[in-house]
C-alpha cells in the first residue's frame, strides 16, 4: 500500500459504504450490442471479489449508474450486492436524497467515478475516487485517483486500501492463509 495522507487516512477510516459506477469504474466503459439490441458488459473478476470482501467484513456496497441494464441486476445479485440504482440522471441530487432517507453521514460514503457527471456526488460524499483513466474533470475533482483504470482493477484496489487502512485487511488475508 502506498502512503496515503492524514487527511486521506481519517477520511478512509470514517468509510462505512463504497458506491461505484459502473460503465468506466465497475467495466472498461465499453458497451457491446448485438444487432438485437441485447447488451454485454466486462467485469474484472478481482474488482468483484474486493467488493464481496468489503461485504464480508461489515463495508457496504452500492451500485449508482446513470444507464439501465439487466446486465447490471445480474452482476449485482451474483456478487451479493442489494443496492442498485439505475437510470439515476442526476446523482449528486440522487446521493443527498439517499443519504437523508438513510441517515448516513457523508463522510461514511466512499463514491467512484470516471466522468464529469460523477463529480456532482464527489462534491457530497467523504471521500471521491475516480480511476486512472477518469476524464480530467473527475481526476482534478476527487480526493483519490487509482492507479489502475476503470475495470482492470482500481475497484479491487480501493478496496483493499479500505481494509488496510481500517484494519480489517488481516481478516481477509488469513482467510486465503496469507501473510
Not at 461485504?55 to 446513470?66: E, M, S, W
Not at 483504470?149 to 480501493?158: S, T
Not at 487502512?165 to 488469513?174: C, G, R, S, V
Request: charged fraction near 30%; include cysteine; charge should be negative.
Amino acid at each position: 500500500m502506498e502512503p496515503v495522507s492524514d487527511t486521506l487516512l481519517k477520511k478512509i477510516e470514517a468509510i462505512r459504504m463504497l458506491i461505484c459506477d459502473v460503465d468506466g469504474v465497475l467495466t472498461d466503459g465499453r458497451i457491446i450490442m448485438d444487432h438485437n439490441g441485447n447488451e454485454s458488459k466486462n467485469f474484472y473478476v478481482r474488482d468483484g471479489h474486493g467488493l464481496k470482501m468489503l461485504l464480508r467484513y461489515g463495508i457496504g456496497v452500492a451500485i449508482l449508474t446513470g444507464r439501465e441494464s439487466p446486465v447490471v441486476e445480474h452482476r449485482a445479485r451474483d456478487l451479493g450486492i442489494h443496492e442498485v440504482y439505475q437510470g439515476i440522471k442526476n446523482k449528486g441530487d440522487f446521493i443527498k436524497e439517499y443519504m437523508q432517507k438513510a441517515e448516513i453521514a457523508p463522510e461514511w460514503i466512499a463514491y467512484m467515478g470516471d466522468d464529469i457527471v460523477d463529480i456532482p456526488v464527489f462534491k457530497r460524499v467523504g471521500f471521491s475516487i475516480a480511476v486512472a483513466d477518469a476524464s480530467d474533470f473527475a481526476k482534478g475533482a476527487a480526493d483519490y485517483v487509482t492507479r489502475a483504470n476503470g475495470g482492470k482493477g482500481a475497484v479491487r484496489e480501493i478496496c483493499e486500501l479500505i481494509l488496510q487502512i481500517q484494519d480489517k485487511w488481516h481478516l481477509a488475508a488469513a482467510r486465503y492463509h496469507i501473510d
